[in-house]
């Protein structure tokens, strides 16, 4: 069973940065985009960020673009998602995602194959 484990979710205040790093094996990641969905407290869960197989395409949510920014790390076998200039709407639990696409948008849910069990990050003063 293929396995996605995310790290790095923790209690930060608004306006400071954070980096949330999904490990997964190196299969997955050369067959597979990886995405990145968060579920804020009493919503759903929605993507916000996603990298190619090939690390040449990459998608952010309106909400996230310009202070978000994912890359893959391939010796490391891992995707990370910079988070800067965090705000409190930023309080969720994110979830690590692989999946088939990214080429022009982040999928939907029903799109992924495989989750991560999610890392929890509270933006608060």
């Known amino acids: 069973q293929w396995q996605l484990v995310e790290s790095g979710g923790d209690l930060v205040q608004p306006g400071r940065s954070l980096r949330l790093s999904c490990t997964t094996s190196?299969?997955?990641?050369?067959?597979?985009?990886i995405g990145w969905f968060r579920q804020a407290p009493g919503k759903g869960r929605v993507g916000i960020s996603c990298?190619?197989?090939?690390?040449?395409?990459?998608n952010y949510a309106d909400s996230v673009k310009g202070r978000f920014t994912v890359s893959r790390d391939y010796r490391k076998d891992t995707v990370f998602l910079q988070m800067n200039n965090l705000k409190p709407e930023d309080t969720a639990v994110y979830y690590c995602?692989?999946?088939?696409?990214?080429?022009?948008?982040?999928?939907?849910?029903?799109?992924?194959?495989?989750w991560g069990s999610g890392t929890l990050v509270t933006v608060s003063s």
């Open positions: 995602a692989a999946f088939i696409g990214c080429l022009t948008s982040i999928p939907p849910e029903s799109a992924v194959d495989y």
């Open positions: 190196r299969y997955l990641l050369d067959h597979n985009a």
């Open positions: 990298i190619s197989t090939s690390g040449e395409n990459t």
